[in-house]
């Protein structure tokens, strides 16, 4: 088996490429945070503006959300690995192109290959599409366990998508509930009405 590369090894190269155009409008590279040896690796989509500006995933609006989603599988970010489809941010934060995912997924591949979760936790489309070569929309996945290759995929909202969405929000918070089970994690206590 081909050699796993440390994640700093990835990041510094990350930061030199010239691969797509992306790269001349970011502030910072968002390479992706966590542990190197976690059992969940949740894929989003790409830096948006607040997460360009400090160089962390999802420390946002949608940030906030992913935290409390991830406490309701007994998760905490520092025990998972959190990373994006694009390590740089789109101009204005539109959809991410062909030619760009072509261009930054090696290295979400070989942060996958390094840190070789036992869970990966696809949110939205873009993430769900790519890890599960597949053209199947998450509104019909999403809560469903996947297979790919070694891991066990597990296709929620985009919780950006959730914010203004109340039914995507409830069926985010129940799928998250359902990792927290996959895991073999203490449920969260039910939230108070
Ligand atoms: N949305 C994403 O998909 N990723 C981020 O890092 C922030 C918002």
């Known amino acids: ?21 992306l790269c001349e409008g970011r502030t910072n590279l968002v390479f992706g945070t966590g542990s190197e040896t976690a059992r969940v690796l949740i894929v989003g989509e790409a830096p948006g503006k607040n997460e360009d500006l400090q160089g962390e995933p999802f420390v946002g609006a949608a940030g906030k959300n992913l935290n409390a989603l991830l406490a309701l599988a007994g998760l905490t970010r520092e025990e ?16 991410p192109q062909a030619d760009e995912i ?11 290959r390094t840190i070789n979760p036992e869970f990966i936790v696809t949110l939205g489309n873009f993430s769900t599409k790519f890890i599960l070569k597949t053209d199947r929309g998450i509104t019909g996945l999403h809560g469903q366990l996947q297979q790919a290759g070694k891991f066990k995929v597990f296709p929620v909202y985009h919780p950006a998508a959730a914010i203004y969405d109340r039914t995507k929000q409830a069926a985010l918070e129940e799928d998250f509930r359902t990792l927290g089970r996959l895991l073999g994690n203490d449920p969260a206590p039910a939230e108070e009405a």
């Open 102 to 112: 072509q261009a930054c997924t090696p290295f979400l591949r070989e942060q996958t």
């Open 80 to 95: 998972v690995y959190i990373a994006n489809v694009l390590k740089c941010r789109p101009p204005g934060n539109r959809d």
């Open 1 to 21: 088996m081909a050699e796993r590369i440390p994640l700093e090894t990835l990041r510094l190269q990350a930061e030199e490429c010239r691969a797509c155009p």
